[in-house]
């Protein structure tokens, strides 16, 4: 995109002076990720070998392989050379098998040395890369499809949710919905997924206030929605969550089984799930190298820092939060048009100005961010009872939207503080949409704020506090040796919640890499576009 004078009178001094310190405070971070290997991350690995199913109790054959390798020879090493070792061995015939003899009791593990390490590391790594290359498959195969079936005819991308619990009854609400207007359903997850240590397994009819993440229920949504896609004239793409203790597990599932979108951000699960930061900057790493793989466009959780804090005093964290996003999405390999950076319309509408402050914050994310496609979230903090008002709260939404050009857009819901909407009230947010896009969708071209008017000034005052911020955290070594990052996320600038480095969910699932540790996955990750052929195509998390 070819770059044009700042509306808002932003410095492009400035604009490198944040992206440089993002790059300075994440780094550490980076380092620390590359040094630590997750439980996650070995079972990703198991998973992209070919390693799927449960056991009859539902504890997934990669959790009960990778927990018998683990105390039989530590985590440290990786689970790779062990387990292909055994293999070579004679100990089974297939990763199946040899889970199946583990979870009895009856093999050993061992680090393999020399001549025997050689082989297990080259089995291992044939058989990771037949996972990656049909991650690759399903990257051309998208591509495939949106050129023969259309692509959605308007930015943004209209974004709508669906959250019955049961993957038979979300089917026909996303194909519904696709019908009404939607370019992307949402498959809400179920309540509290995010801190199973475990993925479930096969297609799910119960959940919580959505439905459990699986891969046969990505598999059959995926092939639902091309149904429609091929119905209407136009790709649907479909989202998750790729978030919690299993995300570079729940990244895998979404590459082997064509999704679009994932929600992946590198702080939401320490900050509102309470997951120990270490195991989470591990596991985001490696799934956002899967995602960039995938081609997969991941949506960030700014949003949710305004359900915690006010959202008029605190929207510099949003920015600071945003541009380390975009560091550690773009050192793991994501591209611009991968980068859903979220942002929300969060500002109590009481407040003097409430609207002139929300078109603030939106163009200044869609300034410093413009090849990204921003994902706007529409009110929900300060939603009521009253559906009128939030119906009209809802059009607000719609409007800064098409002022400020976002890439994607989720429909708000007037009945989000009442109940789980029904179809009849998705219909009538999606008639929002539709009106406010009609209406006023290229508005953009046109709205030039005063240079020195109140927006302007606004805008420019967030990115100075962000920068502010940012140097703040760089200058912190309140905890010798450690990232700054670290000190900051267990003080709570972001969100107000303070989570300590050394505590959290899943700390147990984390080991510092010892000498000789070897994975296969993160090794050809580390390629991008090398040896085994990456394509190179374009185009509230629970």
């Not at 997750?38 to 009960?64: C, I, Y």
């Not at 044939?126 to 591509?143: C, F, M, S, T, W």
């Not at 692509?151 to 974004?159: F, G, L, N, R």
């Not at 990052?485 to 969100?495: R, V």
Request: net charge negative; charged share 25%.
């Amino acid at each position: 995109m070819a770059r044009t004078a700042s509306r808002l009178g932003i410095d492009r001094a400035d604009v490198r002076r944040a992206r440089t310190l993002a790059r300075q405070v994440g780094k550490p971070i980076v380092d620390l990720a590359t040094q630590h290997t997750t439980v996650s991350v070995e079972r990703a690995t198991l998973r992209l070998a070919g390693l799927g199913g449960a056991d009859p109790d539902g504890t997934p054959w990669v959790n009960r392989l990778a927990d018998v390798v683990r105390a039989d020879t530590g985590l440290e090493h990786g689970v790779s050379l062990p387990v292909w070792d055994a293999l070579l061995r004679g100990e089974g015939d297939d990763l199946l098998t040899l889970a199946q003899k583990a979870a009895a009791g009856s093999v050993t593990f061992r680090l393999p040395e020399g001549r025997d390490a050689t082989r297990a590391r080259a089995a291992s790594r044939r058989a990771v890369a037949a996972g990656i290359k049909r991650i690759d498959r399903q990257r051309v195969a998208r591509e495939r499809m949106v050129a023969k079936v259309g692509d959605a005819p308007s930015k943004p991308w209209i974004y709508l949710i669906v959250a019955t619990g049961d993957i038979h009854e979300d089917i026909p609400q996303a194909q519904a919905a696709a019908r009404e207007g939607a370019d992307v359903i949402a498959v809400i997850r179920s309540t509290g997924q995010s801190l199973l240590d475990f993925v479930p397994e096969g297609a799910t009819r119960e959940g919580f206030a959505g439905t459990y993440a699986t891969q046969e229920n990505f598999r059959l949504m995926r092939a639902a929605l091309d149904e429609t896609s091929r119905e209407l004239g136009r790709y649907v793409r479909l989202t998750n969550y790729a978030s919690g203790l299993c995300m570079p597990e729940i990244a895998t599932l979404a590459g082997l089984e064509r999704l679009d979108m994932m929600l992946n951000d590198s702080m939401y699960g320490i900050l509102f799930r309470d997951i120990n930061p270490v195991r989470t900057f591990v596991d985001q790493r490696f799934s956002r190298q899967i995602h960039a793989r995938a081609g997969i466009i991941i949506n960030t959780g700014e949003d949710n820092y305004l359900t915690t804090a006010d959202a008029v005093e605190a929207a510099h964290t949003v920015t600071t939060s945003q541009l380390l996003n975009e560091y550690f999405a773009k050192e793991a390999g994501l591209e611009d048009w991968q980068l859903g950076l979220g942002h929300a319309f969060e500002i109590d509408p009481e407040v003097p100005d409430s609207f002139r402050l929300e078109l603030a914050h939106a163009m200044l994310a869609r300034e410093l961010f413009p090849d990204a496609p921003l994902k706007w979230m529409p009110p929900t903090r300060h939603m009521t009872g009253d559906v009128f008002k939030g119906y009209l709260l809802d059009g607000f939404f719609n409007l800064v939207g098409a002022l400020t050009g976002q890439g994607i857009l989720l429909v708000g819901m007037m009945t989000e503080a009442v109940v789980t909407p029904w179809i009849s009230d998705r219909d009538l947010a999606l008639q929002n949409v539709r009106y406010v896009m009609n209406a006023a969708g290229n508005l953009h071209e046109d709205f030039h704020p005063a240079p020195d008017g109140f927006i302007a000034r606004r805008a420019r005052e967030v990115l100075g506090d962000a920068v502010g911020l940012l140097e703040e955290i760089k200058a912190d070594r309140s905890v010798p040796g450690e990232p700054p990052l670290l000190s900051a996320i267990a003080d709570g600038t972001f969100g107000l919640m303070k989570r300590p480095a050394d505590k959290g969910k899943g700390l147990e699932g984390v080991a510092r890499k010892a000498d000789g540790y070897y994975n296969p996955a993160t090794e050809i990750l580390a390629l991008r576009d090398g040896a085994e052929g990456a394509s190179t195509g374009t185009g509230d998390q629970r």
